[in-house]
């Protein structure tokens, strides 16, 4: 069974960095996209960045250019990579997969999801 598992959320303060990661194991699909999306409490879940199996990558507007979406394939490893953060990226971070390829981040193509890692940005 398809399992994700983010780390790397934390509390910095405004114009600080962080990288989340994402760890994916027991995943049987070979076409699989994987993605970063965001909640902050009482909200909808955004999408934030994307990436597919070929590599070709999405990033939300609201990233403009702060956020770098990379993964390790022989690691199973999904990674965001958040510089210049701001109050408002303070939200849980999720990772999801998509089994057939999606370059989309609306979430109701992805079907796996982790758990959620917290980030805090103060200012």
């Known amino acids: 069974q398809e399992r994700l598992l983010e780390s790397g959320g934390g509390s910095v303060q405004a114009g600080g960095s962080l990288t989340l990661s994402c760890v994916i194991s027991g995943y049987t699909y070979s076409g699989y996209s994987m993605a970063w999306f965001r909640q902050v409490h009482g909200k909808e879940r955004e999408g934030v960045a994307g990436i597919t199996l070929p590599g070709y990558i999405t990033y939300a507007d609201f990233v403009r250019e702060r956020f770098t979406i990379s993964k390790d394939s022989a690691k199973n490893t999904l990674y965001l990579q958040m510089t210049n953060l701001q109050p408002e990226d303070t939200a849980i971070y999720y990772c999801?997969?998509?089994?057939?390829?999606?370059?989309?981040?609306?979430?109701?193509?992805?079907?796996?999801w982790g758990q959620g890692t917290q980030v805090t940005v103060s200012s």
């Open positions: 999801a997969t998509n089994s057939w390829g999606t370059r989309s981040l609306a979430q109701h193509f992805y079907d796996v």
